[in-house]
């Protein structure tokens, strides 16, 4: 058997493969949070409860209305962002001229409700969700095994982060949105209704979530939990990479996943704490984040 | 050039109030709060001054430095745990564990804080949550602290050697006396010239820079009495309950003080006091039916950042003012 390190190799890429798959999570997380922190000023406290209720939706389709995952990856982002505009249009409008700590505490509390209520109707434990039939198995690489569906989440999440990019960076909406980003006032005097976007952002941003939520259902189980520890480790993503720049925070996402996967194979016992140490040193070194553009 | 010194604002005016209706005041709650175990159960009582003296060190730090820490808990839940750990394995004496346990705190707090300053409003919020969760994740596998059971069957031993803490009321009694003590010391630090400089600095931090206050200093000196007093409740509640356990290093737990202060009044002394006791009163109410005590406790936070964004206290203020108790 191969081994590098004294390590096997189908162990060390197989928690590779494991940490680039959560990466793909922190990546799409922190790139929907530096999104609407960019447009509402707002850190999105909930982002963790959407994420859990896109897997919840997942499992209600097709529990209740016996809908597949491929409907479900449509599904869900829409409801989930459907709620999350009715929460902006309703309640985080009201904070924006506030400071921004009231953004944080207002949807930490909706947090709390969400996954309150889920708790209360779906108990603490693990709902398992099936590896949809299309994405079952998988292939031998030679120097490991590669079930088909992480596969797919890895690639499925790049797609997504880089399209994000690209509408960001290269089209005329997304040039109104880093505009409005920058100094909304002035957007508004060109006649762009600069509210309905800071709404869809949030609904994108959310979406987001909701479909990380659904990729993340089959491979952890579905719990009213699954978003709140979670969402504090992209907390720690966020100030590691800075909210500046959405590349970044992409980059950031999948690099620390692969640092947490390194860490389970050489030293497991640092593996849920090495990325808050990670925050540590980079707060050392370079106190602005890596992509940073200031305090 | 201005001197420092001179670059300190004056008091606020406190004059019109009659000094002897607030002082009365004062006093007919501290006459209540020695009675209150004739009719209360002791033991909710002591939850209730503990939770008021974690919302009160953590009010210091928003209300008067306007830092928003989330992170207390680890300060709350470490300090118990050195406590639990000095009076069970080594036998210290209840006053020495405390002790030992607001240093092990505000060693934590140094460091934290340090780390935390670096960075400003919602990033120095997410900073201290991840920092907090690291101090979970060390919590929950460092041996000393017996993981998921927590150090139970901690001895409350005899105060100085002398006075045993074993009865509840005597143990009442002493957790009051801390908590007057601490909230003197409190209300002694944000009306000195250090917290009208805090206060400066909350206002317009690049003003205070500009006059030439290290607001760094100012900062992490804020943090560190705060998380030494979050250590004392902590140290507090552990003797009260005999326990230290995870519950206290959660993020939860981090989350509840922040709700106790901002239910309370932020900004105020006897805010976080009032928040607390409110906070606690509801978990004991709904303490049996399941997650209803975190789903409540997300509405009040929302209730409280839309509607009343000034607490209890600040609801109160007029009936107060009308009675000549505040200025």
Known sequence: ?295 | MTSASSAIPAAPPSAPVAPSRQKLFVLALLACALAAPLMIYPVFLMKGLCFALFASAFGLLLGYVGLLSFGHAMFFGWSAYITAHAVKEWGLTPELAIGLGVLAAMTLGLIAGWLAIRRQGIYFAMITLALAQLMYFVALQAPFTRGEDGIQGVPRGHLFGLIDLGDTLTMYYFVLAVFVVALLFINRVVTSPFGQVLKAIRDNEPRAISLGYQVERYKLLAFVLSAGLAGLAGSLKCLVFQLASLTDVNWHMSGEVVLMTLLGGVGTVFGPTVGGFMVVTIQNYFAGIGSWVTIIQGVIFVICVLLFRSGMIGVMAPWLKRRGITG
């Open chain 1, 1 to 295: 058997m191969m081994t590098i390190f004294g390590i096997p190799a189908a162990a060390l890429f197989g928690q590779l493969l494991l940490g680039l798959i959560n990466g793909a999570f922190y990546a799409l997380l922190s790139l929907g949070l530096a999104l609407i922190f960019g447009l509402l000023n707002i850190i999105n406290f909930t982002h963790g409860a959407q994420y859990m209720m896109g897997a919840f939706v997942a499992w209600l389709a097709l529990n209740v209305l016996g809908l597949g995952y491929w409907p479900s990856l449509l599904l869900a982002p829409l409801v989930v962002a459907a709620l999350g505009i009715l929460i902006e249009r309703t309640m985080l409008h009201r904070l924006y001229k506030l400071d921004h700590l009231y953004g944080l505490l207002l949807t930490f509390g909706l947090a709390l409700i969400i996954e309150g209520l889920f708790r209360e109707g779906y108990g603490v434990s693990g709902q398992p969700y099936a590896v949809p039939k299309e994405l079952a198995g998988g292939w031998n690489l030679g120097f490991m095994f590669l079930p088909i569906y992480r596969g797919w989440v890895v690639v499925a999440s790049l797609v997504l982060c880089i399209g994000t990019w690209f509408a960001i960076e290269k089209t005329r909406l997304g040039a109104y949105l880093r505009a409005a980003t920058e100094n909304p006032t002035l957007v508004r005097a060109f006649g762009i209704d600069v509210p309905v976007m800071i709404t869809l952002t949030y609904g994108f941003g959310v979406a987001l979530a909701a479909i990380a939520g659904v990729m993340a259902a089959p491979i952890y189980q579905v719990s009213p939990r699954m978003g709140s520890d979670l969402i504090i480790v992209v907390f720690a993503v966020v100030v590691i990479g800075g909210m500046g720049s959405i590349l970044g925070s992409v980059i950031t996402g999948y690099m620390l996943g692969l640092l947490e996967g390194l860490t389970k194979v050489f030293y497991p016992e640092a593996a849920g704490t090495v990325i808050f140490v990670a925050m540590v040193i980079v707060l050392l070194i370079k106190p602005a984040g890596l992509f940073g553009k200031g305090a």
